[in-house]
């Protein structure tokens, strides 16, 4: 068993919503969802297939509402970030992994 170091400066809020992330190395688009997020960090699902590792830097575009949209200007909120964690507990039980993503 391997123990786990708690990390976070922030108080995470659960949020599932939708994320599209942009892989550079990967030079695509990988759709998952967000499971919870903090002024510094986001905990998402990707697909099996997506090829992440920690210290790749990723591009999150987090969609808006057409309401949101017409408030903000954009349709979507971009944030940058490095993965720190990635998680395949769950890889046979739903074919997802668990991105943990520290913002830049």
């Known amino acids: ?7 976070r400066t922030d108080t995470r809020n659960s949020v599932s919503w939708p994320v599209s992330v942009w ?5 695509r688009f ?8 903090s002024r510094t960090g986001v905990f998402i699902t990707l ?9 790749n830097v ?14 903000k200007g954009q349709f979507a909120r971009i944030k940058s970030g490095r993965v720190v964690r990635v998680d395949r507990e769950n890889l046979l039980e739903n074919a997802e992994i668990g991105v943990g993503i520290a913002f830049d």
């Open 1 to 7: 068993m391997q123990a786990t170091i708690e990390q």
């Open 23 to 27: 892989m550079p190395e990967a030079n």
């Open 30 to 37: 990988f759709n998952g969802r967000s499971c919870n997020i």
């Open 47 to 55: 697909p099996v297939a997506t090829p992440v590792q920690p210290g």
């Open 58 to 71: 990723l591009e999150l575009n987090f969609p808006r509402t057409e309401t949101l949209a017409r408030e």
